[in-house]
């Protein structure tokens, strides 16, 4: 199982979440690939989907994934075999000065 690490901005869609303070949010999900891990985060949390990929199933251009520390260059594929223990972390970009 990978544990997916949703960083605040993106945790605090999560239902649990209203109306209370966010931080990141750890979760188990099996998948022998990226794609399977997030296939399973959104069965979970269907509405975080269209935060995190794009009509077309690529990982959206201000959302960056990392897995077991390293960014994952290409977006539209997600097809990197992840570890049993591996660690995917989940963030949306945040810009401003």
Known sequence: ?????????????????????????????????????LEGLFALHPNLRGYVVDEHGAVRHHVAVFVDGDVIRDKRNLT????????????????GG
């Open 1 to 37: 199982m990978a544990r997916v690490v949703l960083a605040s901005a993106l945790s605090r869609w999560l239902p649990q979440a209203a109306g209370q303070p966010t931080g990141e949010v750890e979760l188990d999900i099996a998948g022998a690939n990226l794609g399977d891990v």
């Open 80 to 95: 990197q075999v992840l570890g049993e223990r591996a660690e995917v972390y989940v963030m949306q970009a945040l810009s």
